[in-house]
């Protein structure tokens, strides 16, 4: 890594934030965590750690109770994992402007946390490979996603597990690596079109060619009514599919 050059501003600034690494950042939060009063006398306020050089934050709000910090400011511009961020955490602050299109892994980050309900949809995901259990028992979650870039996806597998309020219309484009299924217990997102699908929805989702393709989101499936299905032009069509949430297994019990 090259030496940080700072200019007199610089050095302004610097004397203000706490630089923090790979190497620091998890035992820096852990002082936050422990004693916030002491940390600020030693680093400074958490909303302001000159965080542009970390890459990973894997597990770094872990189970975290009593953090509710304003980091919006952070700089993750270089950051390629998050998984378990802020899983167990009790955290509900925004995060919208960060730069997440180097992050690759987002596997469980806000899972079991089930304060969180921020938008989210302004993010650049074009990089982003896992979505495991995200949002996983993540109770209050139900913001919009529909403008990601899920073109790297390749796993997702019970990524709205138990969001049981969930009910945004997605209209996702999933390539065919994309592995594993999006559980749960009820037809969330029916009209959502899906090209190219090939993520092995399994457990209780029916095949795409014996399902409805004209209720609406909040609509439940109408056992008498007529469905009607997307016209098909050989196997190797990319006919609109449904994407199907099903949120919860306990739903299903």
């Known amino acids: 890594m090259l030496p940080r050059v700072l200019t007199a501003a610089g050095f302004a600034l610097a004397a203000a934030q706490t630089y923090v690494t790979d190497e620091n950042i998890s035992a820096t939060v852990t002082e936050w965590r422990n004693d916030a009063v002491a940390a600020e006398a030693a680093h400074g306020h958490i909303s302001t750690w000159d965080t542009s050089d970390v890459t990973n934050m894997d597990n770094l709000f872990l189970e975290c109770t009593s953090f509710d910090e304003d980091i919006s400011a952070w700089n993750t511009a270089q950051v390629t994992s998050m998984n378990g961020m802020f899983r167990g955490a009790i955290f509900d602050s925004s995060v919208e402007a960060w730069d997440v299109s180097n992050v690759r892994d987002m596997t469980r980050m806000f899972s079991r946390n089930a304060r969180f309900n921020q938008p989210l949809n302004g993010w650049t995901t074009t990089s982003l490979e896992s979505t495991r259990d995200m949002f996983g028992y993540a109770e209050a979650f139900n913001q919009p996603l529909d403008q990601w870039d899920t073109s790297s996806l390749t796993a997702i597998d019970n990524m709205f597990e138990c969001v049981k309020g969930f009910d945004q219309d997605l209209g996702w484009a999933l390539g065919k690596e994309c592995s594993g299924a999006v559980r749960g217990g009820a037809w969330a997102f029916l009209n959502t079109r899906c090209e190219d699908w090939d993520c092995g929805l399994n457990g209780a989702t029916p095949p795409p060619s014996s399902v409805p393709t004209t209720l609406s989101p909040s609509a439940s499936p109408n056992p008498t009514a007529k ?9 190797a069509a990319a006919t609109p ?3 199907l949430f099903l949120l919860g297994a306990a739903a299903l019990a």
């Open 227 to 235: 469905p009607t299905y997307p016209e098909a032009s050989g196997a």
């Open 241 to 243: 599919l449904l994407l």
